[in-house]
């Protein structure tokens, strides 16, 4: 049992003796004021948030919206609530030891049929509630104007019920915001990182999208997206295909498009960029794929922002890269990469048709790491090591806060180089390096940005990965931007 169950009373204090008292009568006032419709709503409700079970089941259900947007604010719903939680449990009970409301003045039918026993002050249940709502605002504040008033609700059940004072609950409330303003400190919101202003592209606008062909690989799942992109632009063409016929359909379209359109993952995203800077012809991104980096950096998340940009006729020119190695030349839009990675991709592909995707990528990885050589051996910056990956980004990838890196200018003119060296155990070799993140002096990483990278006693049989495609260098391999290349649609900034 807790030991927050030892409760005592609050020290008199003239100012706090008038606080309390003021306290007791909002809370008789409440208790004897009839609520219309509350009785078989709000003490369920109550019971429904404890433990966060409301929270975690309201976040599920963001989640299986399935945009990023719902789902990065379930997340920040979820961490600004532990963060909330946390502070409750170890330091706000623990600091103010405030007995609970006596019950006498509240109807029997609303009280609890279990009375917590912990302190009174501040509410968890408020403290939960704001958090998580405040979290779920801070990113999207439409999901989180849905969500305020179940939280209202449930802040307001504490009281209704008996178990808190007013102030309690609005103590609970305000710390509740706060932590979810403190993990925004950690982690900002997409808002907060405003992109470089570049100058506009000229492209055409497209208001029903006569002009617009749009190629997307079925095997990605991405019908959905294309219905809903139809339905802004009901003159686009729509050509979908299985994989095999994704690169012909994409030469074909390019060669009548005003705008190639593209939907799918990674691989299906480069072979259409590759195109588009081979004919000339601006692209068009809807991301259909698991990771979606491009799309998301472009500030394109789905259906919606694509057609506002197609009918706007707003567009960016970005940076590409490219590869060349023993006659084989490639364009990425994403990163490249050599080492435990591209033969991890290989092992991957190998099994996944056998036991599916997600245990391939296990598979690939145990096998991978647990190698009795280093994958790599190249002279980087005039220096022969052993490598244990080499990562060259198309552009320079930022933190935000403690997650994982994001592209804020797609057309900085500049390869963000991250190296893993060699070494024994490779599995936390690569964990120490993902937690270094872009710091430079490591005994197990480094981090460069530079604007051409050149390495060369690359072995015979070497694996490039190059946005999810997998190829064979040897000798001397070139990389080499591409700066402003490729003319992509894009929503205004802000928007």
Avoid at 195 to 224: H, I, Q, Y
Avoid at 389 to 411: C, E, I, K, Q, S
Wanted: proline fraction near 7%; glycine fraction near 10%; charge should be positive.
């Amino acid at each position: 049992m807790s030991p927050d169950v030892d409760l005592t009373a609050l020290r008199p204090g003239p100012l706090r003796d008038r606080l309390l008292a003021l306290d007791s009568r909002v809370f008789e006032f409440a208790a004897a004021r009839t609520w219309p419709a509350a009785e078989p709503v709000l003490p369920r409700l109550s019971r429904s948030a404890n433990h966060g079970v409301l929270w975690f089941a309201t976040a599920a259900a963001l989640a299986a919206a399935r945009t990023p947007r719902s789902r990065r604010a379930a997340a920040r719903g979820l961490a600004s609530l532990t963060l909330a939680s946390l502070t409750i449990n170890t330091l706000g009970k623990r600091s103010v030891r405030r007995t609970r409301p006596v019950l006498d003045p509240v109807p029997r039918v609303r009280q609890l049929k279990r009375q917590p026993i912990t302190t009174s002050f501040p509410s968890g249940h408020a403290a939960s509630a704001a958090a998580f709502a405040t979290g779920v605002a801070l990113e999207s504040p439409a999901w989180g104007a849905a969500v305020a008033p179940v939280a209202w609700s449930v802040a307001l059940s504490r009281v209704y019920t008996g178990v808190h004072f007013p102030s309690d609950v609005l103590a609970g409330a305000a710390l509740g915001a706060g932590a979810a303003f403190a993990v925004r400190g950690l982690v900002p919101t997409r808002a907060q990182i405003v992109p470089p202003a570049r100058p506009r592209a000229e492209v055409p606008a497209l208001p029903d999208g006569e002009g617009l062909v749009m190629v997307a690989n079925t095997a990605s799942g991405t019908a959905e997206r294309v219905r809903a992109l139809h339905d802004g632009l009901p003159l686009a063409e729509i050509v979908e295909c299985e994989p095999a016929l994704v690169r012909d359909e994409l030469e074909k379209a390019a060669a009548r498009a005003s705008v190639l359109g593209v939907c799918g993952g990674d691989g299906t995203v480069n072979a259409a960029a590759e195109i588009a800077l081979r004919h000339g012809v601006p692209l068009a991104v809807l991301p259909g794929g698991t990771l979606n980096h491009f799309a998301y950096d472009l500030g394109v998340e789905g259906a919606r922002d694509l057609t506002r940009a197609v009918q706007q006729g707003e567009a960016v020119r970005v940076d590409a890269g490219r590869f060349t190695s023993d006659g084989r030349e490639g364009v990425f839009v994403n990163a490249c990469s050599l080492g435990v990675y591209p033969e991890l991709v290989r092992e991957r592909e190998r099994w996944s048709k056998r036991i599916g995707g997600w245990p391939a990528g296990v598979l690939g990885a145990l096998r991978v790491l647990r190698a009795d050589r280093h994958p790599l051996e190249a002279e980087f910056r005039g220096r022969a090591r052993p490598l244990w990956l080499l990562f060259v980004g198309n552009g320079t990838y930022h933190r935000m806060g403690l997650t994982p890196g994001r592209r804020t200018d797609l057309a900085d003119g500049r390869f963000d180089v991250r190296v893993v060296h060699g070494g024994r155990r490779p599995a936390l070799r690569l964990l120490a390096a993902a937690v270094a993140g872009p710091l430079t002096r490591s005994p197990v990483h480094a981090a460069v940005q530079v604007g051409r990278l050149c390495l060369t006693g690359v072995a015979p049989g070497t694996l490039l990965a190059y946005d999810g495609e997998v190829t064979d260098v040897q000798g001397e391999v070139m990389l080499e931007k591409l700066p402003e290349a490729l003319t992509v649609y894009r929503p205004p900034s802000g928007s």
